[in-house]
C-alpha cells in the first residue's frame, strides 16, 4: 500500500490496462496505478498522500478527519 506503480504498453496491452487502473490497484494491492502507452516498463515507486488511517492507502484526497474520499462514502453507506 506504500507503493504507485506506473504500467507503460503498447497497443492490445494497452487496451487491455488502460481502463482497469483500480482493479489492477487492487490486485497489486498498492495505492496507485497509472496506465501509459509506450515501450513497455513497469516502474514501482513511493506513493504520494497522507495515509487513510482506515484503509492505509496513500492519498491525496483525505479529508478533514484524515479519511480518504472511498473510505468516507462506506462510512456514510454503513451509517444509513
Known amino acids: 500500500l506504500e507503493a504507485s506503480v506506473v504500467i507503460t ?3 492490445s496491452d494497452y487496451k ?3 481502463g482497469r487502473a483500480e482493479t489492477l490497484k ?4 498498492v495505492s496507485r496505478v497509472t496506465i501509459e502507452k509506450g515501450p513497455f516498463n513497469i516502474e514501482v515507486s513511493l506513493a504520494e498522500g497522507e ?3 482506515r484503509c492505509w492507502h496513500r492519498n491525496d484526497l483525505v ?10 462514502k462506506s462510512l456514510k453507506e454503513a451509517k444509513t
Open 16 to 18: 487491455l490496462c488502460a
Open 63 to 72: 479529508d478533514g478527519e484524515g479519511v480518504c474520499a472511498k473510505c468516507v
Open 26 to 29: 487492487e490486485i497489486l494491492i
Open 51 to 53: 495515509k487513510c488511517p
Open 9 to 11: 504498453c503498447q497497443d
